[in-house]
């Protein structure tokens, strides 16, 4: 089963207005990233946060993590219409040695 | 710099016949993965390796194997494709899987119709 869930599934709003997506997890984590995925093409990494990490920043992005609700957000600031993407948070799973489990993503639309 | 290169990108097979997926990575590094992504599934593990001549099963690894003889290589078989199998599929490596050096590189994807 998947380890990551974000939430909502989309999201749309006008360029300039914040953007928050959530994502929680079942199991305890080593680090969470998330990733964004422009349509037709791969991911691509933005951002990771440890566990022993609360809180992140790059550029216009803002990650927080709350190990004990077992949830992170993901905030970008001052949206652009070039932040259209899907968004996936991964995860993990605590276990050295093993793969990255990835959500099923939040859509984010921007319009101008 | 060519980073994760997958072939081919797109195919259209029949019911029954089998196929390969090429994986190719130039970063030198340990470990790869295939992934499968489907619409509302998001991306599920099929296969990975966390170094040359090795394998492990992911979340969804059934109708398909894997080789990675050479370390800059990671091949996607399926032996007799379903329609099921029809999605799009994405390898992506890692240098590790340690917190600092934990960042996945993805390729562009391969697109798989099974008919």
């Known amino acids: 089963s998947q380890q990551g869930e974000e939430d909502p599934q989309a999201l749309s709003i006008q360029e300039g207005e914040n953007a928050t997506m959530n994502c929680s997890y079942k199991?305890?984590?080593?680090?969470l990233q998330w990733y964004r995925q422009n349509s037709g093409r791969g991911l691509v990494h933005l951002i990771l946060?440890?566990?022993?990490?609360r809180e992140k920043h790059s550029g216009r992005l803002r990650v927080t993590l709350d190990t004990s609700k077992k949830s992170s957000s993901l905030l970008i600031t001052a949206s652009r219409a070039a932040d259209t993407a899907s968004y996936f948070c991964?995860?993990?799973?605590?276990?050295?040695?093993?793969?990255?489990?990835f959500g099923k993503g939040t859509t984010l639309s921007v319009s101008s | 710099n060519a980073g994760v290169t997958q072939t081919p990108k797109f195919r259209v097979l029949k019911t029954g016949q089998s196929m390969t997926l090429l994986c190719a990575q130039d970063?030198?590094?340990?470990?790869m993965y295939w992934y499968r992504q489907d619409p509302g599934m998001g991306l599920r593990l099929i296969h990975y390796?966390?170094?040359?001549?090795?394998?492990a099963k992911g979340e969804v690894p059934d109708g398909y194997n894997v080789s990675r003889l050479k370390k800059q290589n990671f091949l996607l078989g399926l032996e007799s494709a379903a329609p099921s199998q029809t999605s799009v599929y994405f390898c992506?490596?890692?240098?590790?899987?340690?917190?600092?050096?934990?960042?996945?590189?993805f390729g562009e994807g391969s697109w798989l119709t099974v008919v």
């Open positions: 992506a490596s890692s240098y590790s899987t340690g917190p600092s050096l934990y960042t996945i590189y």
């Open positions: 991964a995860t993990d799973g605590g276990q050295a040695g093993t793969a990255l489990i």
């Open positions: 199991t305890s984590i080593n680090n």
């Open positions: 390796s966390v170094g040359e001549g090795t394998t």
């Open positions: 970063m030198n590094h340990e470990y």
């Open positions: 946060i440890r566990s022993n990490e």
